[in-house]
């Protein structure tokens, strides 16, 4: 078992910046991927960003050159750096680590809203 914790969420303007950080417990579980979802009301969770344990990175278009992904594999985190934020990046973020055995393990979610 991987408990998986996000923190970092907020209120921010339109054009601000968030960093979002998650943990995941030592268990002596190889972690493969580290990902960032988000979900709104009524919709279907969506993927914004992924890493890879050997650093490589996936992004959705809608916040390529916005976000940015990183993670410390000693650390087990991930963290995803929002920037430029815009209205419709509120949602409720979460947090899912992916080990080498595929299974997937997934935070409660933090919530991000951006407003003015």
């Known amino acids: 078992q991987v408990l998986v914790v996000e923190s970092g969420g907020g209120l921010v303007q339109p054009g601000g910046s968030l960093r979002l950080s998650c943990a995941g417990s030592r268990s002596g579980v190889s972690i493969q991927a580290r990902t960032w979802y988000r979900q709104t009301p009524g919709n279907q969770r969506e993927l914004v960003a992924s890493?890879?344990?050997?650093?490589?990175?996936n992004y959705a278009d809608f916040v390529k050159g916005r976000f940015s992904i990183s993670g410390d594999n000693a650390k087990n985190t991930v963290d995803l750096q929002m920037n430029s934020l815009k209205p419709e990046d509120t949602a409720v973020y979460f947090c899912?680590?992916?080990?080498?055995?595929?299974?997937?393990?997934w935070g409660q979610g933090t919530q991000v809203t951006v407003s003015s």
């Open positions: 899912m680590m992916r080990t080498k055995q595929w299974d997937d393990y």
């Open positions: 890493i890879t344990s050997g650093g490589s990175t």
